[in-house]
């Protein structure tokens, strides 16, 4: 079956600018995590989802940054007044509820000049 | 504060041969452990995981072993082949369908 799909795959943006970065789940998963992946590190966690409602938002950096999942599928991170700091590889990842595998997508490399 | 320590950036091997990665973490409250292996450009691919309540679990050509007492835990791969050649991110949970803590991963070269 279909993995966990992002777009855009790249990103390149100027200083201040509003980035919208999209995570298509794998069907049937109703967990939806977003991590940041930036160089020499490994992914560390943004936002956690179980359906439509955030469980747990503690690993967003600042206000900047915020992240939706309306119909409990397709989730979108949304980073305002983009910095050059917020440069990374942004991966989201699924997992069905009440199981710890999760799967990763491709990721989105976001570049901030 | 790194809770999970993946101490050996790279590590090289000859095809054929045993690969060890190791991973070591701080927080007691972990109760599940992964590891994922990550080509360039992709994002990581679930590879093996072992709960706390066991010591070992083996899939083939890989093996991960868990000391509770040591908080450390090893991936084994044997033999390693080229094309396991990846950087490799040990990961912690605790609880189920929650945030994982990384490591810093480790490339793994296995040459011809």
């Known amino acids: 079956g279909a993995g966990v799909s992002q777009t855009p795959s790249n990103k390149v943006t100027e200083k201040g600018k509003y980035v919208e970065l999209r995570c298509d789940p794998i069907?049937?998963?109703?967990?939806l995590y977003w991590y940041r992946q930036s160089l020499g590190q490994g992914p560390e966690f943004l936002i956690y989802?179980?359906?439509?409602?955030?469980?747990?938002d503690s690993g967003l950096p600042n206000d900047r940054f915020f992240a939706v999942r309306p119909e409990g599928s397709v989730s979108t991170l949304k980073i305002q007044r983009t910095e050059r700091g917020d440069s990374a590889v942004y991966l989201c990842?699924?997992?069905?509820?009440?199981?710890?595998?999760?799967?990763f997508g491709p990721g989105t490399r976001l570049l901030v000049l | 504060d790194q809770q999970v320590k993946q101490n050996s950036p790279s590590l090289s091997v000859q095809e054929g041969r045993i690969s060890i990665l190791n991973c070591d973490y701080t927080?007691?409250?972990?109760?599940?452990f992964l590891w994922y292996k990550k080509y360039p450009a992709e994002g990581p691919t679930f590879l093996i995981s072992?709960?706390?309540?066991?010591d070992k679990n083996e899939d083939g050509r890989f093996t991960v072993f868990l000391n509770k007492s040591a908080k450390h835990l090893s991936l084994h791969i044997v033999p390693s082949q080229p094309g396991d050649s990846a950087v490799y991110f040990c990961?912690?949970?605790?609880?189920?369908?929650?945030?994982?803590?990384f490591g810093k991963g480790t490339l793994l070269t296995v040459n011809p």
């Open positions: 072992i709960s706390s309540i066991k």
């Open positions: 990961a912690a949970t605790r609880g189920s369908n929650y945030k994982l803590t």
């Open positions: 989802f179980q359906g439509t409602g955030a469980a747990d």
């Open positions: 069907s049937g998963h109703t967990a």
């Open positions: 990842a699924s997992s069905y509820e009440g199981r710890e595998t999760q799967y």
């Open positions: 927080n007691s409250m972990f109760d599940y």
